[in-house]
């Protein structure tokens, strides 16, 4: 074998040979995170009951309250007499900054008047016992500071501009640490997952597109292996990158209603791994078909076209050593099923902390930037045509174009992914750095690869003058004519046409 031969393999096993991913740091970091965050709050609600306790200690201004309110209201502690009580009791705790305070502690200031005092005055007025309230105390205590802390990181949307109704399309417990342009540093997700927080997955995310078509060779490669095992674990692989279908588990079930009787029944599901002959459907050549009941007891539909593919899984389906429509296809010749366990093996060792559900979250969110990127054409045409006619109130108008391509592109990611609804596919499987880019930047000029592996113009701010100025690049050139002469010079055109966009409504918002 001369040097040039010898350059050759060697770069072919360098690029057969995928990086693998290590994120025990990161994950660790995020347990970190979770568990600091659940001391912080542990301490907080620790102080509940004991304030509790003082604020309904005998001879206390809340039991003075009571003490009056007998006297005034005599009778049993129950009907009229209690419902009486029990108001003006309210009314004049209301006027004891002590109570006020407990409240707002345990419940917030937006709801200092409402169960947080009752937890109180039923206590006082002996309707719950102490013990009792304590454990409500403590209990809207640590929901309070969940979403207080919840409500800090959303602040930081705020301060960039986001309009409330973006954030639903962000997942609902991440922020950002920012650097001094407020460009994202790392995704942050308050009392989140601890392995599959956003920071790690946006660090998968990244990888799998970095090393894409080194992953991609990888499998294809060992759909030609010898190893029964790796071949069919390379296959299921490369239906779930091209697809973006669930690995699947053996026993999977879902409940659904009959719709004939409206009777609640257990159908089985299925997905990647555990897909049967009578899923597959050839359509035309080089064009496979798959249609199976997934997880949510709905039809998925999904469609191979990568010849490589194609060929692998007709020898599977030749070679399975089952009979019929319900064989299933992934099966050694002993009749031994190759399943999650051995797919999720075979990925990892490949990719390190990769799974095959990484590979579904990437389709996802490719599915989403490629849907976003093909509405945003309209979205421009739509804002230069209310600019044009003078929209009188053009941010409304643009935040309403906004939502709704966003909505689209989400439903169209959706629809790939089977998924009940388009809120848990853009809040749980597409990289939030997406629609952080495309509001900042007034659409998607950047390549997705870029956005997930760079962070490209990944900045956290509503830049509401690109969704303006990329409507106003495709306004038609007019020419202008003065009343008796010819046609103006270049310079003065251009001058005019400036007047005439401000005139229309291009300014940006007072």
Sequence with gaps: MNTDDVLIVLDVAKTLIAKKLRLKTVMEQGKKTRQQQEREKNKYVSQVGPWLGRLLRPNSKAMKIVDDLVDEFPGRNSGSTLTKRKNQWIK?????????????????????????????????????????????????????????????????????????????????????????????????????????????????????????????????????????????????????????????????????????????????????????????????????????????????????????????????????????????????????????????????????????TDFRKLKATQTFYDSLKEKVRGMKTNLRQAMVAGARNIKKKVVGEILKVLEGAAKDAQEKMSHEDWKTTVRSYVDPRIIVNFLNRGGLNDALEDILVKNKNVSLTFDFNSFLSQAKVAVPVVVFQEKGSGLNSPAQMMEELDDLIENLGFRSPG
């Design 92 to 356: 004049r705790a209301k006027m004891i900054p002590e109570i006020i305070e407990f409240a707002e502690y345990i419940g917030g200031p937006k709801r200092m008047y409402g169960a947080a005092l009752y937890i109180v005055r039923d206590v006082a007025l002996g309707q719950i016992k102490l013990g009792d309230g304590k454990g409500k105390a403590r209990k809207m205590a640590n929901q309070w500071f969940v979403e207080k802390s919840i409500s800090g990181a959303a602040d930081v949307f705020e301060e960039g501009g986001y309009e409330t109704e973006f954030r639903d399309f962000l997942p609902p417990n991440i922020s950002f640490d920012l650097g001094p342009t407020r460009e994202v540093i790392q995704i942050v997700e308050t009392f989140g997952r601890e392995k599959k927080n956003w920071e790690t997955m946006a660090k998968k995310l990244a990888f799998i597109a970095e090393s894409f078509n080194d992953i991609v060779q990888v499998v294809k490669k060992d759909l030609r292996s010898g190893n029964e095992v790796v071949r069919l674990c390379a296959l299921m692989t490369a239906i779930t990158i091209e697809t973006g279908l669930r690995p699947g588990e053996i026993g999977n079930v879902a409940t659904v209603k009959d719709p004939d009787t409206g009777e609640e029944i257990k159908i089985e599901t299925f997905g990647t791994t555990t897909l049967q002959a009578r899923h597959v459907k050839f359509i035309r050549d080089n064009f496979i078909e798959l249609r199976f009941i997934g997880k949510a007891g709905t039809e998925n539909v999904a469609h191979l076209s990568d010849a490589d593919v194609l060929k692998a899984l007709q020898g599977s389906l030749e070679s399975t050593s089952l009979n019929g429509d319900t064989a299933m296809l992934f099966v050694t010749k002993s009749g031994e099923h190759v399943g999650y366990k051995e797919l999720n093996g075979y990925v990892s060792e490949k990719w390190g902390d990769i799974t095959p």
